[in-house]
């Protein structure tokens, strides 16, 4: 049974830093590229930030280039999401997509509220 959870999310103030988890089971993890999106109300879910299986190649959304960081740990089917500088408009659901070739996984997701 395919499973991915998301942990680490909560409120935090603006300028906080948040680390996110996602830990992945029922699948070989390290042959998937592992995403993060998110969604926030009334709004589409977008792409965040991406990390292909080998090699450690990363993508981010140009709203969290330099803020955000992605990395993931295949011994532990686990991909993190660090978060910094945070920003009321990073308010949001954050998901964890696992990608393969006509495959795509999703967690339940994670809320994060940045507010003061």
């Known amino acids: 049974q395919v499973q991915l959870v998301e942990s680490g999310g909560g409120l935090m103030q603006p300028g906080g830093s948040l680390r996110l988890s996602c830990v992945a089971s029922g699948f070989t993890f390290s042959t998937y590229t592992m995403s993060w999106y998110r969604q926030a109300p009334g709004k589409e879910r977008e792409l965040v930030a991406a990390?292909?299986?080998?090699?450690?190649?990363?993508n981010y959304a140009n709203s969290v280039k330099g803020r955000f960081t992605i990395s993931r740990d295949n011994a532990k089917s686990t991909v993190y999401l660090q978060m910094n500088s945070l920003k009321p408009e990073d308010t949001a659901v954050y998901y964890c997509?696992?990608?393969?070739?006509?495959?795509?996984?999703w967690g339940q997701g994670t809320q994060v509220t940045v507010s003061s």
């Open positions: 997509k696992a990608r393969n070739t006509g495959r795509d996984y």
């Open positions: 990390i292909i299986s080998i090699g450690g190649l990363t």
